[in-house]
């Protein structure tokens, strides 16, 4: 059988940096080597794409990482024709970005790979933007009937904004960049002191700052697949160790959070929470796969919305992988159905007229 050659896009600037570099090595490790050949390029934090042409894997105290590594070929898109280093085109019959956060999962190289004629794993251009922008996707799920935390946005940590969010707003608080995931850049504000400084850390990392109340609730996490027709998997619950499911929860402190599988729910409760996972999924327009992040009010048993992950971790200790494993699809028969529906949407986009 002949081997599917998979471009393994990794790093990035954002500020995800490195938890992309811990799940491109657990997605290195899990390609099956009979089915794949491998092609890695590693993105440095300046945004320079350089070929990789060896996997370099670095043990951390928190689990592998695999190492962006300096002096590679640079690599450059053409238009129609894939990629290429000053030596020639690069093999690439799949990318698998596996990108988080701001230039990776937010559309931009969603659209760079469209524009250079290749299918890659995950979401389209719109489906990703979308789904990056906690304001666009609350306002379609919104629109579509679906229910949200609600929210203030700010741009600035002005008199006027504070006034605006005290307006509507109690204590406590929760601030995040809107395009920013991981939960880099969030504070939770448990007094009006707090909140200035909060807003300041959040618009470090966007032009925007999202402020919702705190809600007393479980947290609930669905794994979606699928491209036209997506299946829901069973949800799962976190069980932080922090007061928040931080970034240390999720991806430096082992013991940060626990995932409880199956969430312990009535089965009419965890089939509508895959009922809204499904039709949050389509209301943003999302592909191959996303992670769905919901509240489980404490009082008064609301489903709520929080947020979508078109390209969630897939670390060691990351629940994605861990939900869909749990239904019976292993990690490495994950990556192949991945890559399958990344073909299909492929083959389908290349059947559409582009013109007259």
């Not at 992670?291 to 994605?320: H, K, Q």
């Amino acid at each position: 059988m002949e081997k599917r050659s998979i471009c393994i896009l990794f790093g990035g600037k954002s500020g995800e940096h490195e938890v992309s570099c811990r799940s491109a090595a657990s997605v290195c490790r899990n390609l099956d080597p009979k089915r794949y050949a491998q092609v890695l390029i590693g993105i440095d934090r300046e945004g320079r794409w350089c070929h990789q042409r060896q996997a370099r894997f670095q043990p951390t105290d928190y689990g592998e990482r695999l190492e962006v590594a300096a002096g590679g070929e640079a690599v450059s898109i053409a238009p129609g024709a894939g990629l290429h280093t000053p030596s020639g085109a690069l093999d690439v019959q799949v990318v698998f970005p596996v990108l988080h956060g701001t230039f990776g999962e937010d559309g931009t190289v969603q659209g760079l790979l469209e524009t250079a004629d290749l299918p890659y794993v995950g979401a389209g251009v719109l489906g990703s933007a979308l789904a990056m922008d906690k304001q666009k996707s609350k306002e379609l799920w919104k629109h579509s009937g679906l229910p949200i935390v609600e929210y203030v946005i700010v741009q600035d940590d002005s008199q006027g904004s504070i006034a605006e969010i005290r307006k509507r707003f109690d204590t406590p608080l929760f601030v995040k960049p809107v395009t920013a995931g991981s939960s880099v850049g969030i504070s939770k504000v448990h007094r009006l002191d707090e909140l200035r400084p909060a807003i300041v850390k959040a618009l470090r990392f966007d032009e925007r700052a999202m402020v919702e109340p705190a809600v007393d609730a479980r947290e609930i996490e669905c794994a979606v697949l699928g491209n036209e027709k997506p299946q829901a998997f069973m949800p799962g619950e976190i069980l932080p160790a922090h007061e928040f499911y931080s970034y240390e929860a999720k991806y430096i402190d082992p013991e940060g959070a626990r995932l409880l599988l199956p969430a312990d729910l009535p089965d009419a409760l965890s089939r509508k929470i895959r009922d809204l996972a499904v039709d949050a999924y389509r209301a943003v327009a999302c592909a191959g796969m996303a992670r769905v992040d919901f509240f489980l009010e404490r009082s008064s048993g609301r489903i709520l919305l929080n947020e979508i992950n078109t390209i969630p971790g897939f670390t060691n200790i990351s629940m994605y992988p861990k939900m869909c494993e749990a239904a019976g699809l292993p990690y490495a028969e994950l990556l192949d159905r991945l890559i399958e529906l990344a073909v299909q949407r492929y083959e389908h986009r290349k059947s559409l007229h582009f013109s007259m």
